[in-house]
Structures are given as structure tokens and as C-alpha cells.
């Protein structure tokens, strides 16, 4: 260990060292630089000036000064350490040495220490380093502009979401010289207001802007409930002005809260603005009880309470978003009735409860978790503010992995209490009690309308519109029926029924999974919408068949069925192969399609998206059900809806399909647009959403709606760059071409020129998938397409613009996503052909196709004849192929109410409304032969296994048709001949000449076709 005197080239083990440069030593007096090499780092301070001082703080236990020994220097240097005179430093010595330990003090308190040294001759001092404890540091005095943190320190803008401000109302203000060039502030120098977050960490330093006469001269400051006060007054205007610091906390999680903003203590108000935040270097702000929460951090799900959990009590009332409040869903529901609680349960491991806090709130709320009470605070901590919204009110970490049940509840008091949100962790989930309400399917599940093609009703009442509550204002009823079903069948793991339940409804009502019965009640004392009243998990990945009735004479409502996100229902008619398709079978598919043109078909047999409805404009799902079978073997398929309304006789026929032949159907390679004619930001299925939004007339969806001829969507004047725009798919999705429609307006000014377009699969982390930079300016209305490569699915993909031409705007009419369809999801069927029905050339016509399948056919047995609930009819006419004898510019529309004969419409006029005429195709399509064979081989049929490369024994006879049908062959490439590259060994034969002769034998039964010979 060195002693007084030594050379110290560097610091010691269990030391550091800080060089005479470091800013956080400030030289006051006359000193000058002295370059020589055998100092630290070649430099060190020097004075010969009386009374010159150095001065540094930090924090630690010992301290080392490091200087320079020379015959006649400075003998009486005085040390002063808080304050106190310890030593001085005498550097007087015959001997001639730089880095020499000049100071040592050992036995501080671990503690922040001042430390001043100071001159009383005008004999020379050096002063070449500092060195302090490795486990201490230095730090600085405050009231410096520290733009920078300082080594073994991290800085957090003012802007950092894990802040919470009450009463700040500019928050992260443009001020010039401000870190990140912006600040906060409290409201108009308000001394009401507040700065929340919590750290893990040791240390903390509060950044702040400066005045020396507006800014608050006290400002107090709270660590985990420890009060100390400090000035944000300076002598100077300053910006980056380091004001407060807290060091030496033990490591681990604390909360700062920065209040009280006053001129002079204890007397009128003053104005603060934070600028940014310092802690360790490797700490980190986290959220905790008190910090505000209005999104769930990453590695959390939240749940809004008004849908999530179950309420009990009297008296709860409902409050909405307004001025400074904000709720999750947009509104909360709370009461001040003793008594009154929410109950829920969950699966995992963490749990947080949000909450908004007021100045008359609950001070003792009770929260049990599997039984184990602790309370709660919801009032602010000052009368003086009001509402503190989106706060994390309770938290609990290390729970046991599994399901857990919790209660909360108002147990004295007058105070409002309520819970706004509740946040588990990403890999749990809420668990369901029967009996509460669902207004909307859970994270991985998705839902069914009770008026979804696939369910099926036995003589029950069908309430299509107009049920106010009900899941899409609808619901079915039994009508006290005794044992008449609903019947459907769905692939997946896991059920739920969701219902009215009323007081006129079965105790007893019974639904069957598969022929197993289980006993479900339907009864609430008054009617409740959307209850979970049935829910089934873990059954096999296979399909079910559920049927759903009442024993007795009393009501079953049905409102919707949830099922697995990836699950799908069927129809009991319903094929995936066209193969299958026989009269009265269906075969579902996906329409797409912009509107007032032909879209294309794809994903023949899969489920993509809703169904499409009478007032879609286009794009969705559709079944085509099987109506005929000629001597030939060509199926007649006819769509069970219209496809698309809005659109004329002449671009039908434009396209082909008004003709008598109809148009082939394209196989494979084509795109086709993947997301639907989005009615709102959610409906009918995926999530529309931008970064900005000029108006509620111009949101996201506007930009999906298929409609090209309205604004679409803009974001707010000035915030185009970095603004997006993306929809979320139902599930992940492969796409590889976009389309953008550009400016209604301001074409030249307000285009995008720079963007690019990403995808996601958890809304963090994105992928570029393509980039288009210094793009010519649009016209107006223009529309272009975007091709890139991609097999990649995401949930998301977004266009995030980064410049335009010069405007206040990126506006966009329009925004598309395609596919490109690259396999044929019909490879059993070798044509198939689109065309319009023939509909009867006036009313008494019968001679023709809608009269002869859909007015009339009951399709062998599988349907009752002119249901609209098959054919759908009733929205609106569909056009034919037939000229109207109404004149001969006339076609024949067929349909709506009622179900009338053969109406004459304009071919090229009449277009305008969901109720007019539009396109139902019919489809005509041929079946490939069926090929299926087994080997026979040994005297048995064997059939080939791929998977494991092996032949299995079928018969030692010949197979039956069905054998053949089921388990035979279909891909015979497994006898292809393939190339082989065998190495043949050659054996010595003589000699020829000077060298020598080599001969081999191949086995021309096993190779028999060789096509290169190689000798090495």
C-alpha cells in the first residue's frame, strides 16, 4: 500500500482516478496548465497564487490527491473537507517526483463529502489527479449546465413516457438550448402540479431550465417518501441546469415526486420546467404505484374493467372521457357504497390495477388476492389536484404461475372508489366466470353472430336488426320451443355461448358437443345482454358438432358463439374440395375487389373474412352452393348473396361475365387485396389505425373503405413526417404488393415522395419490407401499385411517410394490401368458368335459372325452396344475363323483396344504391378424373408413405372403390427415375504400352442409363 510520497503512475486496487481536467473540478484563483510527460495523461494544474482553491464533491469513504514533489514548493496547503480543516498537503522535497501522493484521507462516513483545498503562500502547488474509493465516485455541485451525463450516469428526457405530470400543461415545450431542444412545465408557474417516476437504481439528478427571477426558488422533492427541497433559480438564465441530486440510495426501486413550486419558501407560486433526468448508468425508470399507465408496458395484456370483471352492489354509476380524465374504453364505472365490490380471476403470474386518482377518493380500498388482503390509496396527494387519471394503484409481482382470484372492495368511507383497467402479465389471461358479460371475444378467440351462415335453426325465431345491446343488434330465439336445435359444427379446442338471458328463459337448456349433453342455464331474473353462459376448453383439434335446445317451453336466446381465433365454423353442407361438391354442398371463398370494378376470387375452400353483407361494398367471404350436375360431369355453383353492389351491367359485362360463356377463372398468379371494405376502424374484422388524425370524418379506416372517390384519411396539419398508417389482419398474412391513392387536393404540395412500408408481428418490432424515396409528384386522385418480394406472414403492416413535396400534409384517398396467389386452391378442378345467371325475360318467364334453383329447387332435399335465409336475396336485386322485355336495352335483375319475378333495369344507370341491382356469379366448373392407385408388389397392394419413406401393405386383394377413393395414391413420382452419382471401383488389368489398363462392371439393371462417365 503506498504511503505519502510514493509515484502513483496509476490508482491503486480498490481506488479510481480522476484526471486535473475532469469538469467536475472547479479552479477558482489564478491557475495555469503544466504539459510535461511524467504527469497524469501529460498535464497538470498549477498556482503559486495565495488563496487560489479546487474544489470537487464526492461520494465515497477515502479520497487520494495526486500532485508533484519539487525543492520549495508549498508546505501549508490547507484540505477542507465539509467544511472541516483535515490536513494540508506539503509538496516541498528534495526529490524531484511526478504522480506523488500528496493527501490521503481513509475514514469518511459513505457519504457525499465537499472538498475544498486552498492556498495560504505563494509558493507553487500541483495538482495532477484525484483518486477516490472504486466503489465511490465523483459528482458535481449543483446549479452547473451539465448538457451531457456525466460517466456512470444516464439521462432521461422530459418527454420519457415513464414520467407522470400532473398540472404540466406544457409538456415537452420547444425551448432552445433544452435537452432533446424541449422542455415541461407546470401550468402558468402554478404551484399545484407534479412530476411522478420510479428508478432502479442508487442515484438521481433533476435537470431543470433556470431563471434568476420567474423560476421556483423552492421546489420540493420526495424519494419514497423522504422530503427534501432545492432551488431552480440560478444566477444566470440557463438551460440544462443540474438542481438537485440524491446519491447513495441503496440499490433497488424508488419514487420520485417532484412538487411544491414556489418563489420564496411557503409563498407564492412559481414555474418549474423539467428538462431530464439523471441515474445510473446501468439503471433504469420503471413504472410503479403512482406512475401513469395509459398503454400496458411491453410484457403486459390489459383488460378494461366495464367488460372484464363482474360488479357487485348497488349504485354504480358510469363517468366518461373528458377534459384531463381519460378511461380505458372511454368511460369507468365507480360507487361510494359501502359494501360494493368487482370480483375477477386470472391465469398468471403478475397483476396491476389502474385506476384514476381523485382528490375525493377512497383512502382505504381493500384488494384480496386468494384471500390475502392489502389497501389501496386512490385520493391524490394534494386537495388541490383534482383527477390524476391512468395510475398503476396496486401491483403485485411473484405470484404463483396459475389462476388467481381477486376482489376489491369499498370497506368504509364516503370516498369514490372504482378500478379502471386491470394489466396481467403477456402470457396470461382473464378467466371467464359464467354469468358475466362479454360485449367482445378475448385476446385468442374470435366471434360468430347468431346470423353467421353456418348456424343452422329448427323453427326459431330469427331477430335480424334492431336489438339494441345485442352482439351486431341482433339474436335468435327458440319461441318456447320443446327440443327444436340449432345445429353447427366448428374445428378448434375451445367453445363459448353467448346469450340473452331473460326471465322467461330455461333453467334447463341443454347443449351437445359431439353427442356428450351438458345442462346450460339461460335465466337471469331481468335481461342481460351478451352473457357467457357456456364455455368448453381443451377438446381435440378436431371438428364438433354442437346442437343447442330447450327441453321445456321455455325461451333460449342466442346472441353469438366465441371459438378458438384460429378455429373456424362450417356449415352442415359445407366442403373444403371441390372434389366433395355434390347438389345442396357448398364450397366457401374470398371476394375481392374495389368498387365499381370485377375482383377476383382466391382461397376457394378456407376461411379469409366475414361475410360479405348486403351493405358491403366489396370485398369478404361468400359460399358457392352446388345447384346442379349435367350428364358431363360440369357442376353449376351459384353465390348464396350478392358480392357487390354499386356496380353496372355494362362493366359487367365489360368484363366478360355478362356473356353466355362467362370468363375463366384464374388459377394462380394474381393478387388480391387482403383486406375488406372497413365500415370503422374495427369492423368488419382487422384493425384500421394511424399515428394522427385530422378528424373523426377523415380517420384511418376512411383509407380502407374501397370507397375511392371520399378523402380517405390525413393526419394533422404539419405531422406527416414519421406519420403512418396500418391495418392489423385477423391473423398473420403474407403480403407483397400495396397500393396507394393519392391526393384529393393540393396534389403537387401534399403527396407523398418518401416512405416506407413494414410489418410487424407484435407491434415493436418491424421489418422493412419496402422503401420508395424522392418519388415524382402526384396528380390528383392518381393511384399507384408497389410490388416487392415477400413470403413472410405478419399481423401488421403499416406506410410510414418521411417526406412529401412540400405540404402541410401526406394526404391519402386510399390504401390497399395484396397477396399474390402462387398455388391454385382448387387442383381438382381442371375449368371453371364465371358468368350471370339466366333470370327470365319478364315476370311469367319461369324457363330459367334463378326461377329453376333459387326460386324453386330445394337441392335434393337440403334446403326449403326460396329461402332467403340460403340465397340472401332480400338486400337487394342481382343482376342476369337476360334482356328484359321492357325494352331492349333492358336486363333482367332478379331478387329482393320478396323474391319477385323478372324486373327490367337501365344496364348502365343503375348502380346507385345496396338495394339496386348487383353481381351474384354463377359458376360453372369441371372436376378432374380421380386418379388413385396402389403397387402391387410380392403379391400384396402396397401404398407408399412419404413421411417415412417406407411402403405399407393395403391388401393381399384387390382394394374396393372406397379403399381406393380414401387411401389411394395420388402422386406416383415416387417410381421417377432419378439421377444417381455412384463411385466405381476399377481393378489393375495389364498394361498398355508404357502405362496401365484398368477394367469395372456396372450393373446396367440398376444403372441402366449412364450419362457421363468421370476417370480419375
Known sequence: MAVLGDQLNNPESGWKRYDDTNDMIVYIGTWSTETLAGNYNGSAKYTSTSGSTMSFTFYGTKIRIIGGLYSGRTTTVQVIIDGINVGIINEDSTTSRTKALVFEKIDLSQDKHVVQIKTVDSKTLILDAIDVGEDGYMTRSTGVVLTAPDVDWKRYDDAEPFISYTGFTQRNHAVTGTYEGKTSYNANGSSVGEVVFSFVGTKVRIISSTTNTSRAQSVSASIDGNVETFTARTATNQAQTFVYEKIGLPYGTHTVKIFGFYGVPDAGAAAFGLDAIDIDSDGRLVRSVGSEVSAPESGWRRYDTDSSVQFFGTDWKSVANSTGRVFEGGSVKYSNVVGNYIIFSFAGDKLRLIAEYGSAYDTNVEVSIDGVVEYINLSTTSSSIQYQPQRIAFEKFGLTNGIHEIIVKKVSGTGNFHIDAVDIGENGFMVRPIGMQLTTPDEGWKRYDDSSSEIIYDGWLRYPTGQAGSYNNSFSASNNTVNKKVIFTFKGTKLRLITMTHSDSTTIGKISIDGTPYDVSFYSSSSINQVLVFEKTGLEDSLHTIEIYSPEAKNIRIDAVDIDLDGRMFHPDEVTDPIDLTIGKRIRCYYSTNNGVVGNFAFFGQETAPFITTSAGAGGDLYFICVDKNRAGQLKLIADRNIQHSISWDTLNAS????????????????????????????????????????????????????????????????????????????????????????????????AKSWRFEGSNDGTNWTVLDTKTNQPAWSTGEYREYVFTNKDTYKTCRLVFNANNGGAYVRTMAVDMFQLIEEDSMPSVDLSFLRLPTGGINSSDKDNEWDMYIVNSRLNGTIIAGDDNVWNYSGGSSWTSTTNTAGSANRTGRGASGNVGAS???????????????????????????????????????????????????????????????????????????????????????????????????????????INVSVK
Open 656 to 751: 366478360g361475365i355478362a356473356s353466355g360463356s362467362g370468363v375463366p377463372l384464374p388459377k394462380k398468379g394474381y393478387y388480391v387485396s387482403m383486406i375488406p371494405a372497413m365500415t370503422s376502424n374495427t369492423t368488419p374484422q382487422g384493425v384500421a389505425a394511424a399515428s394522427t388524425t385530422y378528424s373523426a370524418s377523415l380517420e384511418a379506416w376512411k383509407a380502407f373503405d374501397k370507397n375511392t372517390a371520399d378523402a380517405g384519411w390525413l393526419m394533422e396539419s404539419n405531422k406527416w413526417n414519421g406519420a403512418w398508417i396500418s391495418y392489423t389482419f385477423p391473423q398473420p398474412t403474407v403480403i407483397n404488393k400495396y397500393g396507394i391513392k393519392g391526393p384529393n387536393s393540393n396534389a403537387s404540395t401534399d403527396s
Open 904 to 1010: 327490367g333495369y337501365n344496364p348502365t344507370s343503375y348502380v346507385a344504391a345496396a338495394t339496386a341491382t348487383g353481381f351474384r356469379p354463377l359458376m360453372a366448373i369441371e372436376i378432374l378424373p380421380m386418379i388413385r392407385s396402389f403397387i402391387h408388389h410380392d403379391g400384396a397392394y402396397k401404398k407408399h408413405q412419404t413421411e417415412a419413406l417406407t411402403w405399407n401393405t393395403i391388401s393381399a386383394t384387390l382394394p374396393s372403390e372406397d379403399t381406393f377413393i380414401n387411401d389411394g395414391m395420388n402422386d406416383l413420382s415416387v417410381l421417377d427415375r432419378k439421377n444417381e452419382v455412384f463411385a466405381q471401383t476399377m481393378t489393375a488389368n495389364g498394361s498398355l504400352g508404357s502405362g496401365k489398363m484398368y477394367k469395372g462392371s456396372i450393373d446396367l439393371k440398376k444403372y441402366f442409363e449412364v
